[in-house]
């Protein structure tokens, strides 16, 4: 695999004699490195990094503070492999390895977006986050998304000491974060109770983009003695936000040159309503602002969610400990968008509980339940994103839908149009003549059992075998069938498992490899975790017998007592993708990555993440918005563009076929660092590099290889509070990024990255 000596580097250019950690101290709390932090609650109670038998990264609270992580893609700082996709500007899942990853917390699995395209996060809850590549462990229970996952680690409430913190953050285009985190302890070592508010009022760069939201978090931490400790986290968010398409018609010159080629299509029945299969006269083509983004000040995106997380956990003996985790979440969402899109989640609630028995930290049982109740309406069938010219009149990217199209749909309220949960034959001719999404009313329930167990083979050499196995119970009906028909319902059951395999030797106390294969079943679902019924009125046996399968090879370093950590991992692992209609791709996979972690006694630190991955489907058909830009275009501009005039968009279906994987980049690096200057002054950057890879399909259009620099100055004005001031993108560089994972809107749109700017911090503890 070309590029991968590149992992070796750290490790062979560091000197391994023993040195004294020193800590590092900024903005008033101690600096914690991915290898220092220890993973807890995912493969056992806890352990260091350098003892998982899997490719993993922490990010502590001042890691992300240091690095100004704010959001789900700025793991890639940290995690090799973990480039995402601009998730419509507001990502609401993690991707890894080329595909989008699970989101947990607290190692239970949260609601999340379908295909990435969510509700965005807020941090205001989270202490630190847990990055694993490939499936998670049996522990956690089969997922839809297999390439990797994230597990938010929720703050807890301290029962030691008062403490408390102001942070305001000032950003360029009137971007205001302000949180409020309070701990108080009601009896030392027994009772504490901790609070944490977030307020964010943000514009942008981009047109007609805002964000508007508040968090509040309220923990507990009940620990009545030694053995006993119960942590419960409640969390209430309200957000507003804009769903961000970025800039539709990506040639090369548009990726080049910011070169936008002009005119609004105009359907095959002579309107200039955005509508499939349009073709575009092209009037010239212009330098476009990078703002200009396909965005409508009209839209509505709203959504409220609750979430609740309860961890109590006893120790019974020397031997014996019981852990018992239980997760809710309610979710309402309302998405209407002006180009026809509507995502509306009128309830999603979400009930798990794990009971786990831990027996001499070797072997692990449990047992989960796990209930999903959604209720939600979509229509995303009669989007029509390239007809649209950006550079004309808001109207210019509007979609009202016409009587024909409102014949095929069902009216949810006055003059709002979805999807009904299945199709029907209005005239006996045997094809159903609706036009279907996501719309559903579903109940699954999936009951776990579990079992780990760690084998000491010899004093140096250990396997840990895992299996698991769900029985998911699930009953799908349509909530809005049309007019004159019975109300479609369907259920399904099965039986989906899962089994892991490592072994691990310990090369020397310093050096660990291991070997590990993993192999599950996993399920597809649409927004909110629902299940769907296909145009057959039926619950498709192909969402619950997805085949999952990694082969991990990797070595990690650890010397005793010394200032570095470093880790390299092979891997070779096949996944399905889930494309917009619903139907799964396979995707092969295999690659390299490595990370390095460093402080030396001068206040001086440094983090390395590097990558190749080599993604291709499996034999298997890929799905595009349209089958390449140019299908746009008619051919009376030659100087500006040859088009085919075939129209766009053309929903092009490519027959199967081992082709790249599009919209991922082959070769991944980034660099993390900070300087304790003075006991006044740091400083601090990051840095981050993609090699070249193609938007689309076909190849026909390429990203370049693109870099990004990010340099931060922190002054300590007194024990309590500092000032730090972030500039972002250093360099001013214009890259870009897909909009959606999977690479759907390849042909059709490309995600512009913010130019230079700069944001104050101001934080206070007391």
């Known amino acids: 695999m070309k590029y991968a000596w590149l992992m070796l580097c750290p490790v062979a250019a560091l000197a391994q004699e023993p040195i004294e950690v020193i800590e590092v101290i900024g903005k008033g709390e101690t600096l914690v490195l991915p290898s220092e932090e220890p993973v807890e609650g995912l493969f056992g109670l806890s352990d260091a990094l350098q003892e998982i038998p899997r490719s993993a990264t922490m990010i502590s609270r001042s890691l992300m503070d240091q690095a100004a992580i704010n959001d789900l893609h700025d793991i890639a700082r940290f995690a090799p492999n973990s480039f995402a996709a601009a998730g419509f500007g507001n990502p609401s899942l993690p991707s890894m390895r080329g595909q989008l990853g699970e989101l947990f917390e607290a190692g ?35 997922t839809q998304r297999v390439g990797g996952f994230v597990n938010l680690l929720p703050k807890k409430a301290m029962t030691d000491d008062e403490r408390s913190r102001v942070r305001g953050e000032w950003g360029q285009w009137s971007q205001y974060r302000l949180q409020l985190d309070h701990n108080a302890v009601l009896k030392r070592d027994k009772h504490a109770l901790r609070v944490s508010a977030e307020f964010v009022d943000q514009d942008s760069f981009y047109d007609f983009t805002s964000t508007r939201s508040d968090d509040v978090f309220v923990a507990y931490r009940y620990s009545p003695n030694s053995r006993t400790e119960w942590d419960i986290g409640l969390e209430y968010y309200d957000v507003e936000w804009t769903d961000n398409a970025g800039i539709n018609r990506p040639t090369q010159a548009l990726i080049d040159d910011n070169l936008y ?26 330098e476009i602002d990078r703002s200009r983004v396909l965005t409508d000040p009209a839209d509505i995106n709203t959504a ?12 019974w003996s020397d031997t014996l400990t019981f852990v018992n985790r239980t997760y809710y979440q309610y979710l309402e969402r309302e998405g209407i968008n002006q180009n026809s899109f509507v995502e509306i989640i009128d309830g999603a609630h979400t009930f798990e509980n794990r009971a786990e028995l831990h027996i001499n930290d070797h072997t692990i049982l449990g047992i989960n339940v796990r209930v999903n109740d959604v209720l ?10 390239l007809p649209s010219d950006l550079t004309g009149p808001i109207a210019n990217r509007r979609i009202p839908l016409t009587a024909a199209q409102q014949a095929q749909l069902v009216q949810l309220r006055p003059g709002l149009f979805v999807s009904p949960g299945t199709n029907y034959d209005n005239d006996g001719d045997g094809i159903g ?6 719309t559903t009313d579903s109940l699954s329930q999936q009951w776990g059992l579990f079992g780990q167990h760690e084998l000491a083979l010899t004093d140096r050499w250990q396997l840990t075998a895992g299996a698991r196995i769900d029985y998911y119970d699930v009953i799908a009906k349509d909530p809005l069938p049309p007019a004159g028909f019975d109300a479609a319902e369907d259920s399904y059951s099965d039986w989906l498992s899962a089994v892991s395999l490592s072994s691990q030797y310990q090369l020397s106390s310093a050096v660990m490899v291991y070997a590990s294969a993993y192999e599950s079943d996993s399920t597809s679902n649409s927004m909110a975790g629902g299940t769907v019924l296909n145009a057959n009125q039926v619950i498709d046996s192909q969402n619950f ?14 010397p005793v007592n010394s200032r570095w950590y470093a880790d390299v991992v092979m891997f070779d692992q096949t996944r399905s993708l889930r494309n917009r209609d619903g139907s799964n791709s396979g995707i092969a996979t295999q690659g390299v990555e490595a990370q390095w972690n460093y402080r030396n006694e001068h206040g001086f630190w440094m983090t390395l993440a590097a990558s190749y991955l080599d993604a291709h489907y499996d034999n298997s058909a890929a799905f595009q918005d349209t089958r390449q830009i140019a299908d746009l275009f008619d051919d009376s501009r030659p100087d500006i563009i040859e088009g085919t005039g075939i129209g766009a968009p053309n929903f092009a279906a490519f027959p199967a076929s081992n082709q790249r994987l599009q919209g991922v980049p082959e070769v991944q690096a980034s660099a993390v660092a900070g300087w304790q200057v003075t006991p006044q002054w740091s400083v601090g950057g990051d840095a981050n590099y993609t090699e070249s890879y193609p ?5 026909t259009v390429m990203i370049r290889d ?27 560089e214009e890259n870009w990024s897909p909009v959606f994972e999977g690479g759907y809107f390849g042909s059709t749109l490309a995600f512009p990255s913010l130019p230079r700017h700069a944001q104050l911090t101001v934080d206070y503890r007391f």
Do not use: C
Not at 545 to 558: F, H
């Open 108 to 142: 239970m699995r949260r609601q999340a977006g379908n295909n990435g395209l969510g509700v965005p996060m807020s941090f205001n809850s989270i202490e630190g986050i847990a990055v694993v590549k490939g499936a998670p462990p049996v522990m956690l229970g089969t």
């Open 261 to 286: 080629i002009t005119g609004q299509g105009v359907q095959p029945n002579g309107s200039t309503v955005p509508g499939a299969f349009a073709v575009v006269s092209p009037t010239g083509q212009v």
């Open 304 to 315: 409220k969610t609750t979430l609740l997380h309860s961890t109590f956990q006893q120790q």
């Open 376 to 385: 939600g309406y979509s229509q995303f069938s009669t989007e029509a994103d």
């Open 433 to 438: 003549d609706y036009i279907l999404s996501d």
């Open 545 to 558: 017998a997805t085949e999952n399968t990694l082969y991990e090879l990797g070595i990690k370093i650890a």
């Open 695 to 699: 938007l689309d399909y076909l190849q």
């Open 706 to 732: 693109q870099y990004m620099l990010n340099l931060n100055a922190t002054y300590q004005m007194t024990a309590q509070l500092s000032a730090r001031v972030d500039v972002f993108n250093v360099t001013d």
